[in-house]
């Protein structure tokens, strides 16, 4: 049996894209970053790029394909989107569709692929300074909120920021924003420590997204950016047509999480 | 006489709009960013601003104006990208037809402004480490070279990054490394340091762009990605009508320089 921790990016691509592995790949590939995936046509394509440009923390792009190609040159140039993602979700006008573990059929000549980074690299970093995480811990979702925080507007996309929030002891609060910093290509350092409520999250036992998880005494709710932000935009804003990962379901890239470090 | 250095951005954009200071903007408004400009039409701006998210260290975006608006909401509210600069240079099909102070006339419906990072923030944050610049002691324009380093092309851009040489001393490199990593949204680190032949700069006293530079003994020539790589880029690809920044006379934005220091 293969240790898939210990499997190379294209070597699980390939298994991927055989459907050999149809399940999440948290934990697979260790060292290398995985991505979010958002599928649009060309026609909202300049707007979505520019509000990825303006909101880094929500949107943090990893690669963007040419128009029409599915291949990400510069994260994966032996990958291929239509094909190398365990489970897609298809959305017609902001509804879903259908999930599929293949979306040749649904390609077209004028669509562009963003993979925008995700936050194992940054839980990876944060494992290796000795600070846990309680959702992996518990074996669960990471719990994610609306909250009050308004995206950038650019052309048709606008809306409130998505957040993860990880429980934090207080003396490791400090050290994860400067561990979270040093890697904005996968959301960065904390967009809040502290009050929820500061932030419009009302009950931090109901995520809006994924699982609730135990704040222990002593430990300090942190609110990351999180890549969820632009799909759930992307959906108020119902395209005709836009495919996404499944949750949990990522791209797997050939970018080892070290070179996202910025110093 | 108003002190230029300690006048606020929005002070000295609307001097530069009443045509009353038409110079090189240096020195003007301390620890405030400054930015370059290019203006495109919409039929390029996405090619654009993909070329720009591939190569960040060239092309690092401060701001992208709404398809048809003039301000930049995010950069400076209350700028206006057609009169805020001194003076502009209007290219038709890649030859330079015109410099004006004032763009409003060739203004269309369908153009996107792009701000950005100038490395004048970076000069700042290395003079406040006691690291001397030599263009500013010789009081000319850093010297700027093409290398063959291959920009990532996006649609119909493409082509080689420029980039501008400062000398450092060699107990300085590090120190100089580090500082300027700080900022990426203003160039960020060194793309290279020492020979220039290794990155096809074949005579260091005779620059493409700006003046030559004294280069003394155990001093280390240090190359840093340049904002007149897109600008080189653009007029390569001879667009019907690109209109940039005059060299040396930029847009005064309201941004803080700290404020772009990613730790």
């Not at 260790?30 to 958002?38: M, S, T, W």
């Not at 949107?59 to 990400?72: A, F, H, K, N, Y």
């Not at 094909?83 to 959305?91: A, F």
Request: aromatic share 8%; proline share 8%; charged share 20%.
């Amino acid at each position: 049996m293969i240790d898939l921790s210990q499997a190379t990016p294209a070597e699980l691509r390939s298994m991927i894209r055989n459907n050999e592995l149809i399940k999440p790949t948290a934990g697979m590939a260790n060292g290398y970053a995985q991505a979010n995936l958002a599928i649009l046509k060309k026609e909202h394509a300049f707007d979505f790029l520019l509000f990825c440009q303006r909101n880094p923390k929500s949107c943090p792009l990893l690669d963007v394909t040419e128009i029409g190609s599915p291949i990400p040159a510069f994260a994966a140039k032996s990958g291929d989107i239509r094909t190398d993602i365990p489970k897609y979700r298809v959305y017609k006008y902001g509804e879903l569709v259908e999930e599929v573990t293949d979306i040749s059929n649904y390609w077209e000549d004028d669509m562009v692929g963003f993979l925008i980074g995700c936050s194992f690299t940054f839980e990876h970093a944060l494992l290796n300074n000795d600070i846990s995480i309680r959702h992996i811990e518990e074996g669960c979702n990471v719990p994610m909120y609306k909250t009050n925080i308004p995206c950038i507007e650019a052309g048709i996309f606008h809306g409130k920021m998505v957040a993860s929030m990880r429980p934090i002891p207080q003396k490791d609060v400090v050290r994860a924003a400067q561990v979270t910093s040093r890697f904005p290509a996968v959301h960065g350092a904390p967009i809040h420590i502290g009050d929820p409520e500061a932030i419009g999250v009302s009950s931090i036992q109901h995520p809006d997204f994924g699982d609730p998880v135990t704040i222990r005494e002593g430990e300090v709710p942190v609110f990351w950016a999180c890549g969820v932000t632009p799909q759930s935009i992307a959906m108020e804003t119902k395209p005709e047509i836009m495919i996404t990962h499944a949750p949990g379901h990522m791209f797997i890239t050939d970018i080892r999480d070290e070179k996202l470090g910025v110093l």
